[in-house]
Structures are given as C-alpha cells and as structure tokens.
C-alpha cells in the first residue's frame, strides 16, 4: 500500500483506504467504488467489460456494444463472425437450404443474402431455368440480375419509387423493390425521441416506435426488456417498480398537473424488415 498513498481511487477520487481493486494497468479502485457505468451494479465479485476507460456488466455491455446473430438473435460471445455485414454464432452459420454445416475450407455461396452449400446451388441452378426479364417479359441475353425469386434484366431491376438500378442491397413491399432511401422515407418508422429512422428492431409503446436504446425508464435509466409492464405520463415513461422513486419528478417539465398515469400492458418489439418482405441481397449472373 505504501506505493498507493499518492493514488486516488477511480470511481470516486478519494485516497486509497483500505481493500482496493487494481483493474488494468493504471486503474485502482475502492471494493465498493467498482461499478457498472451504466447500472451501478457492483463489479468486485462478477466479470466485467472495458470500453474506453469505462467499466460495464455483462448485461449492458452487449445491450450498448454487442452484437446480435442474425439467425438467433441472441447476442454473439465466444466464436462469432461476419460475414457480408451480417454477424453469426459460429454454430449458427449453416446452409440455409439443407441444414448443413460448413466445415473449415468449404466454399460457402450466398443467395440473397442466405448461405447456401455448393451442393444446394448446384440444384437450385438445375431446377430453375428462368429466361425471361420479370421487369419487361422480354428475353434475357447477356448479364442478368436474380432477385426477388426472380430473373431481371440489369436495367430493368429498378427501385418501383425513383426507377434508379439497384446494386447490392433492396427493400420490398408489396411485391415491389426500392432502394433503401425510398423505402425509409415512404414506409420508415421514426424514432419518438431521436427523430431518426429505425433499422432491425423497432420498440412500440401506445402505438409509438422507439429505438431500443433511446427508450428508458425515468428513474433508473435503464433500459425496457420485451413484453415488460411499464407506466407513461406526458411523454416519459418508469418501470413498474421504479414508480416508489418517482416523488421528486412531479416538477419536471414532462409532467402537467392535469396528466393522467396511463399503464402500458407491455412493450412490443418488432423487425423493421418484417414490415416489408424484407432486406435483400442480389447476384449478377451471365447467361
């Protein structure tokens, strides 16, 4: 201890008195003063995550930072990765068609954006013997575009709204593809509280769209779990076992003396993409 009588603890800045916690190269704490940044739960005793100077629990280090399968949903630790912008559980990442798994060296194909074997490819080549342009029932010689289950002409795969080719990814709705601007500004769901466009998953209040992460309990500041009961009033919303802390809020700017508690059987939460039929990919092929 005699070499930390000058060192400060890093959570409250007071000097050094009794157990302390040394966390990386530089950092000392009290036992006490060892918390989540985000939920205040105590870290002496439970892992931990670091993220820029900052210390996290387990739970909101992924609800902030993680990052989702796109087949299961569940946040990925461990063997995980990326591939075409999408993320995998490594036990998640099998042939969309089959079932089968990739072993190390396989060649792994895409078909709008799904894995697929070669296996699988080869008899979906066979089967499908598609000529004719969806866009304008006329022949396809040359490069062709395959989307939506579909052939098309490179041209003639258009956004429905602006009519500009598409290249990479699309939106449907309806039958019909868009560009993703055209989509979010025709059919998007905006934020309540950033005024921005929400992407993946949506969480919906009495009938309002939220990003997950903007919507938060007034009190305790964390964070809305699918389906839990939650209270409303002018705008701001409290878990249902915060509502004993509330006094102290009735002066804030969110309350009107006239507003009325409303009880909000549950949050909703919902995939953008499920609105349309969908985000996808195409594949340029030559006939």
């Known amino acids: 201890m005699a070499d930390l009588a000058n060192t400060l603890c890093a959570g409250c800045s007071e000097k050094l008195v009794g157990e302390v916690i040394r966390v990386g190269d530089s950092d000392h704490f009290h036992v006490d003063c060892f918390k989540c940044t985000q939920c205040s739960e105590a870290l002496a005793s439970t892992g931990f995550f670091a993220r820029q100077d900052k210390y996290y629990c387990s739970k909101d280090y992924h609800e902030l930072f993680g990052t989702r399968c796109v087949v299961c949903s569940n946040f990925i630790e461990g063997e995980g990765f990326t591939v075409q912008k999408r993320s995998y559980h ?21 078909d709008e954006g799904r894995p697929i074997c070669e296996t699988c490819r080869s008899k979906t080549q066979a089967s499908a013997r598609l000529s004719t342009c969806k866009g304008c029932n006329k022949d396809i010689t040359g490069r062709s575009v395959v989307a939506m289950d579909s052939d098309w002409h490179v041209d003639c795969f258009a956004c429905y709204y602006c ?17 993703e601007a055209d989509y979010l500004n025709l059919f998007g ?8 466009f929400i992407v ?31 209270f409303t009033q002018d705008g701001i919303f409290w878990h249902t076992e915060c509502e004993p802390y ?4 009735g002066d804030s700017e969110y309350f009107d003396d006239g507003g009325e508690e409303e009880d909000t059987p549950g949050l909703v939460t919902d995939d953008v993409a499920d609105v349309a039929d969908g985000i996808s990919d195409l594949r340029v092929e030559e006939n």
Request: hydrophobic share 25%.
């Open 90 to 110: 490594t036990r998640c990442f099998k042939c969309s068609q089959c079932g089968g798994g990739f072993n190390s060296g396989s060649r792994v194909l895409f």
């Open 163 to 179: 009519k500009a080719p598409l290249a990479g990814e699309y939106m449907v709705k309806d039958g019909h593809p868009y560009c």
């Open 189 to 196: 769901q905006k934020c309540k509280i950033c005024d921005q």
């Open 200 to 230: 993946g998953r949506v969480l919906q209040a009495g009938g309002v769209s939220y990003h997950n992460s903007c919507l938060r309990c007034q009190v305790c500041s964390n964070s809305f779990a699918e389906g839990q009961e939650i």
């Open 246 to 249: 509330l006094e102290g809020f």
